[in-house]
């Protein structure tokens, strides 16, 4: 089964620092999806930035990216220029490509709380 | 075009009751996914339904199940309600194809059991 590791409960940063959340994951599966979810206090999951396991490519959306270590299993997240709006919990998701076509099921690490200080 | 759609919001039941949560996903996706979010165990995939076949399933008991209506409305019931079922119970859909497959969420139900 595969797993997802966040070892970083919370962190905090200043207003328009960069920060980064740590996120490695378990699989001896080739291919997979990666991604990271915001959930404000509104509850409501938001999706950040997914990476394709198979793209070398680092995804880039805007003032997120990150940093895709396949042979490491890492996969990280940079904020840049944070802002108060960034303020959430952020996880860290799998999801399988293979097995059943366009199977959903995502793994999800424990979370990160991100506290922006102004 | 509308978002996940979960109704209610907020729920209170006793131990022993049951509950059914609802899901209306966006317009034109046709799997839905549930999850259970606590502080403890933090996000735990239930199942996952496709044209109102359950393809997959997570590890827990009998007494949670689901179903999906063919416009792809999805429910999920948890019967015989314990005090660690309080949880928020989030719903996902996905459009299935070329191009898509991100999970959009909807803002879940709040479920406290006393």
């Known amino acids: 089964a595969q797993t997802v590791t966040q070892s970083q409960p919370e962190m905090s940063v200043q207003e328009a620092e960069t920060v980064t959340l740590s996120c490695t994951y378990d699989t001896s599966e080739s291919d997979y999806y990666l991604f990271w979810y915001k959930q404000p206090p509104s509850r409501q999951m938001i999706l950040v930035i997914r990476?394709?396991?198979?793209?070398?490519q680092n995804a880039t959306e805007n003032r997120f990216s990150v940093n895709f270590q396949k042979a490491a299993k890492s996969f990280s997240l940079k904020i840049s220029d944070s802002q108060l709006g960034d303020a959430a919990m952020y996880f860290c998701?799998?999801?399988?490509?293979?097995?059943?076509?366009?199977?959903?099921?995502?793994?999800f690490g424990q979370g990160t709380r991100l506290t922006i200080n102004p | 075009k509308a978002g996940v759609t979960q109704t209610p919001r907020y729920l209170i039941k006793t131990r022993g009751q049951q509950v059914t949560l609802s899901c209306s996903p966006i317009?034109?996706?046709?799997?839905v996914s549930w999850y259970q979010q606590t502080p403890g165990q933090g996000l735990q995939f239930l199942f996952e339904?496709?044209?109102?076949?359950?393809?997959n399933k997570g590890n827990f008991p009998g007494r949670f199940s689901g179903r999906q209506f063919s416009n792809s409305r999805s429910e999920m019931n948890v019967s015989t309600l314990e005090l660690g079922d309080s949880a928020l119970y989030l719903c996902?859909?996905?459009?299935?194809?070329?191009?898509?497959?991100?999970?959009?969420f909807g803002q879940g139900t709040r479920l406290t059991v006393v």
């Open positions: 339904y496709f044209s109102e076949t359950q393809r």
């Open positions: 990476q394709e396991a198979y793209k070398q």
């Open positions: 998701a799998y999801r399988s490509a293979v097995g059943i076509q366009g199977a959903q099921k995502l793994v």
């Open positions: 996902a859909s996905s459009f299935v194809g070329p191009g898509g497959n991100e999970a959009f």
């Open positions: 317009s034109g996706h046709r799997s």
